[in-house]
């Protein structure tokens, strides 16, 4: 795992010495997220400047350094992230005579083959893995920049006007862009109404008008010739594409055989992503999805994996006591640590040094202290990320499409009649309710912070159709215009649906992992793992995986109110099923409670109508009400507020 970061300078651009010190300044700026060594490459001629931050992982040795150059001279390749098969193609590409002289043992060296052997878009469909990375074509005059999959990795790139001439600037987090005299950081609007609705900004825009992330399963052709040519981003592979071959091919045999198959696919895997040259273990919460890693790890180790959680004293947030007994029950070498709300409140003040745009996925608090307490231990960590998008894991999963086929016959007078009902009791009230009935409702009716889903509910009930009863769940602020100043954001554009893509569920599990979890999961663990310097993998993203399930019926998803039943029934081949049957807990703190105690004054602070009208970027009057509303505890806003308290700490970090 490493930062890249570069530019391509059209013109005269600058002298050789402010060259060298500008692409050195870019680099430095992801020190962070490659602190072992760094490398730099101009093409002067052309403009083209390459910067590298290494965090050795495969092949510590010199000979795994970048930028690295092909065997031919003609490519140079800086590369962010791990090609899993490179070994595999490594032997292809020995077996047909396309082979260099192998200098070392390094995935990037395999890459540069690849693309000498097969071309650019014919390698980057040959590669299993997560990466970012910019190639450059010595011969061609060209630069490549190229995305993963599944978004796993970050990649922002784009074009200004500085004192030099125009260029190019891209980069693995965006202060990197930020470095370069031709940025340009002002805010676009639209970008930060959509950031209000969903908590993050979703690609291809950035908070910055200037500035774009590559989408996944892209890459981008960028000419040293003319500044005005900006080339939009080509497919190599779509998730839209890999839905439609699986519903076109669907899986024909037994349940029990289609969990064989996938068990077999996930041991490769895991098998795979376990291939590192320094220490390696995993997260573990004690849930489907990280046990389930943990338990295929351990099945092909010779010794106890290594595995991480973090507790809560709030037994809300808190799994660490699950989690303990998995891996009790699998032999793990385990740590915990019970993060105090000191920790946590610690944190804070970091993220807009971590997550260079603005987000507030409230999770993003544990996995920094689980991130930080594993890089004490190990350089990797496996993760269970994109079990929940793949496998029907969220609640909307297998509640939702029942809600609304009720929903979808309602008059609407009856419906605001049932959201009224729902509001008279504030969410505080409704944790009551449901805290005295607790002992007599059956465990799939137990839920985390009811008062709070049951206030959701009432803002689902309006919904006009399918798309915006899933826009109201998955959205902060339904209507972020009355929020941001001098903005219409208007509807957010929807991915390209899949032809013969229906059912409400399959239709929100292909919603949720074409732009939930690229731009908010991925995002998430990839800022705060590296933000500490370690490298996070996610065996259920291999695109192999992806595609396989996306040939399963729904029924082996969601059965009886619970999603994922096809990684459950693989899973209690390793754990007994009464060490993972609990209601979904998710990963969050408690904002909600930090809000109206220790965080209260700093929230005041960030919040001041007076601070916000010279700002000039949102209205004061909702955002006051909001603050008003929650601090009395007649409503949880907590995630609405996180949402602009981390758009304002931001500011004043970046502004």
């Known amino acids: 795992m490493c930062g890249i970061t570069g530019f391509l300078q059209y013109g005269t651009g600058p002298g050789p010495d402010e060259a060298d010190r500008l692409l050195r300044r870019m680099t430095d700026c992801l020190t962070h997220r490659g602190p072992d060594a760094d490398g730099y490459f101009q093409d002067r001629e052309a403009g083209l400047a390459l910067g590298h931050r290494r965090l050795s992982i495969v092949d510590l040795s010199p000979q795994g350094a970048q930028p ?197 696919l996930l041991l490769r895997a895991v098998r795979n992503q376990m291939i590192a040259d320094v220490p390696l273990g995993a997260f573990l919460s004690g849930g489907v999805d990280s046990s389930l890693v943990v338990a295929l790890m351990q099945a092909q180790s010779s010794r106890p994996v290594r595995t991480f959680t973090i507790g809560f004293d709030d037994a809300t947030y808190n799994e660490a006591k699950e989690a303990a007994r998995v891996a009790a029950h699998l032999g793990t070498d385990h740590t915990e640590l019970y993060a105090t709300p000191e920790d946590g409140l610690a944190v804070v003040s970091r993220l807009p040094e971590l997550y260079d745009e603005p987000f507030s996925d409230a999770s993003q608090i544990p996995t920094f202290l689980v991130s930080r307490l594993t890089r004490q231990h190990v350089t990797v960590a496996l993760s269970g990320d994109g079990g929940d998008e793949i496998f029907a894991g969220y609640n909307r999963h297998f509640w939702g499409a029942a809600l609304w086929s009720r929903l979808d016959g309602l008059p609407q007078p009856l419906r605001a009649l049932g959201a009224a009902t729902l509001r008279s009791l504030s969410p505080a009230a409704w944790n009551r309710v449901f805290a005295a009935c607790d002992p007599l409702l059956p465990a799939s009716l137990r839920q985390r912070l009811p008062g709070y889903k049951l206030h959701k509910l009432a803002e689902l009930l309006p919904a006009r159709d399918r798309a915006d009863f899933y826009l109201r769940m998955v959205s902060n602020w339904p209507d972020p215009g009355l929020v941001v100043q001098d903005n219409d954001p208007g509807r957010p554009a929807w991915p390209e649906i899949p032809p013969g893509l229906t059912g409400f569920t399959p239709w929100m599990q292909f919603m949720d992992m074409a732009t939930y979890l690229p731009d908010d999961i991925m995002a998430k663990v990839d800022r705060a793992s590296m933000g500490v310097s370690l490298e996070t993998r996610a065996p259920f993203l291999d695109h192999r995986v992806v595609e396989a399930a996306w040939r399963l019926p729904l029924s082996m998803k969601v059965a009886g109110g619970q999603g994922k039943r096809i990684l459950r029934r693989i899973l209690y081949r390793y754990v007994p099923q009464a060490l993972i049957e609990r209601p979904k807990m998710g990963f969050g703190a408690p904002i909600d409670a930090w809000l109206r105690g220790p965080l209260k004054s700093w929230a005041e602070g960030l919040l001041d109508p007076g601070l916000l009208r010279r700002q000039g970027y949102l209205r004061p009057e909702p955002v006051r009400v909001a603050w008003d509303e929650h601090v009395s505890g007649r409503r949880d806003n907590h995630y609405r507020l996180w949402n602009i308290l981390m758009f304002q700490a931001w500011l004043a970090r970046w502004g």
């Open 68 to 264: 690295m150059h092909g065997a031919d001279g003609r490519f140079v390749l800086v590369f962010n992230g791990e090609i899993y098969n490179f070994l595999e193609l490594r032997a292809e590409l020995d077996q047909a005579g396309l082979a260099p002289s192998w200098r070392g043992g390094s995935d990037t060296e395999v890459i540069l083959a690849a693309f000498a052997a097969y071309g650019v878009e014919a390698a980057l469909g040959r590669f299993v893995g997560m990466f970012a990375l910019a190639l450059w074509d010595r011969r061609e005059q060209v630069l490549i920049l190229a995305r993963d999959r599944m978004g796993e990795k970050p990649l922002y790139y784009g074009w200004g006007h500085g004192p030099d001439g125009p260029a190019l600037f891209f980069g693995s987090e965006l202060k990197a862009l930020r470095a370069h005299p031709a940025f340009d950081p002002a805010i676009n609007r639209a970008a930060l109404a959509q950031y209000l609705r969903f908590h993050y900004v979703p690609a291809p825009r950035s908070i910055y008008s200037a500035a774009r992330k590559l989408p996944p399963g892209t890459w981008l052709r960028l000419s040293a010739g003319d500044p005005s040519v900006r080339p939009e981003p080509r497919a190599y592979w779509t998730l839209s594409g890999a839905v439609a071959a699986g519903l076109n091919d669907p899986f024909v045999g037994s349940e029990e055989e289609a969990s064989r198959d996938l068990e077999t």
